[in-house]
């Protein structure tokens, strides 16, 4: 069940109990006992589903925190520009389940030194996000083409503003699982342990012998990198290196096998 639609059912659920322990009369008054039962039920519900732990601490927060902004009597329209915003940022995230979360300056210069140095390459950021790997990354490799592709509306067109003065980059707002990725020499994935498998599945029916698969965080599960790299930052990023298409002779292609 997808998790959004668990998300909905663990909240109906909450309020039918909730409207129930009401209307038998166990309840003390005012509206805090109601929520509180509320709350349990629908995180109650949300574990019963097997819903992903960060579910259960939201579905515990939800209606207290509904309620709460309530009392503080915010203009509606807040609200809605709030849900704007976000829906701006995080588009189709609640059925993708990439949320948006940026790649640093040292995970582009770690995967700066993967490129070949003998010969330009193109690069492929799946949902480049901001462009926060692209931009250091093209400013490293100025002979390099660097492309991304953003669903989400306000990340690329940040991206789109930041990256106008970056000749070598090129990002397009769309589906990465649309286009074709046969023309890279690398594709760089920051996504969440969801789309892995079929990454994988699409990088070894795509990518040509010798380009590469890095996914930053996010390994495919079942098959060994050729290559990991610890990168030297605060929250101790790894880079899963994979050759999808197979590894290609070094004088052909420049990349090399660990
Ligand atoms: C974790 S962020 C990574 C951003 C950027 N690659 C970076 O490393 O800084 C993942 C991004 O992928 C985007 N995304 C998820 N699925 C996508 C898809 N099918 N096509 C295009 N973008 C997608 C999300 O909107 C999000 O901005």
Redesign the pocket.
Same mark, same amino acid.
């Given at each position: 069940m997808p998790p959004a639609l668990k998300a909905l059912l663990a909240q109906l659920a909450g309020c039918v109990v909730a409207f129930v322990a009401a209307r038998s009369g166990v309840l003390p008054a005012g509206i805090w006992p109601l929520v509180a039962v509320q709350a349990a039920a629908a995180t109650g519900t949300a574990i019963a589903l097997k819903s992903a732990p960060w579910w259960r601490w939201i579905h515990l927060g939800f209606t207290p925190l509904v309620a709460g902004a309530l009392l503080l009597q915010i203009a509606p329209g807040w609200y809605l520009a709030a849900f704007v915003a976000f829906a701006l940022f995080y *588009? @189709? @995230?609640f059925r993708?389940q990439?949320?948006?979360?940026?790649?640093n300056r040292h995970t582009a210069e770690a995967v700066a030194k993967l490129l070949p140095r003998d010969h330009p390459t193109m690069l492929l950021?799946?949902? @480049?996000?901001?462009g @926060?790997?692209l931009r250091p990354l093209a400013r490293l490799r100025p002979d390099c083409r660097c492309e991304g592709?953003?669903?989400?509306p306000a990340?690329y067109a940040l991206s789109l503003w930041l990256s106008r003065r970056q000749p070598n980059i090129s990002v397009a707002r769309?589906?990465? *699982?649309q286009i074709s990725w046969a023309d890279y020499d690398l594709v760089?994935a920051?996504?969440s342990p969801v789309?892995m498998p079929e990454v994988w599945r699409k990088a070894c029916a795509e990518l040509q012998p010798g380009a590469l698969l890095v996914s930053?965080s996010f390994p495919v599960e079942g098959i060994e990198p050729y290559k990991v790299v610890d990168v030297d930052d605060r929250r101790r990023t790894r880079l899963y290196c994979y050759l999808p298409g197979g590894p290609k002779p070094l004088a052909k292609k420049g990349i090399r096998r660990a």
């Open positions: *588009w @189709s @995230s993708t990439v949320p948006l979360f940026l790649s950021d799946l949902g @480049s996000g901001t @926060s790997l592709m953003e669903s989400a990340p769309g589906d990465f *699982w760089y920051f996504l789309p930053n």
